[in-house]
């Protein structure tokens, strides 16, 4: 079993920056892959940005030259750096965690961007 927890969630400004961190906790194989999905209202799930173990990362369109991922393989932790954040970033931000066994889901953590 692992557990995946999500902070750093909060209210900013458009134009400002935000920070989100995942730690990932149980069981878990030495190859895997986190990602960081988000979910507004009435919307798809979508992905954000995700990276293996080895550093290779990937990113969706939306998000490239605004957010950059990465990891702490020693702590198992995933950090997001988001900046010149607009309002349609606004929504539910979750951690994902993949490996050969199973994969599994954070609880999610809110992200808002308003004047």
């Known amino acids: 079993q692992v557990q995946v927890v999500e902070s750093g969630g909060g209210l900013v400004q458009p134009g400002g920056s935000l920070r989100l961190s995942c730690v990932a906790s149980?069981?878990?194989?030495?190859?895997?892959?986190m990602a960081w999905y988000r979910q507004a209202p009435g919307k798809q799930r979508e992905l954000v940005a995700g990276i293996f173990r080895s550093g290779v990362t990937n990113y969706a369109d939306f998000v490239k030259g605004r957010f950059t991922i990465s990891r702490d393989n020693a702590k198992i932790t995933v950090t997001l750096q988001m900046n010149n954040l607009k309002p349609d970033d606004t929504g539910v931000y979750l951690c994902?965690?993949?490996?050969?066994?199973?994969?599994?889901w954070g609880q999610g953590t809110q992200v808002t961007v308003s004047s």
């Open positions: 149980g069981r878990m194989f030495s190859f895997y892959y």
């Open positions: 994902y965690y993949w490996d050969q066994s199973s994969d599994y």
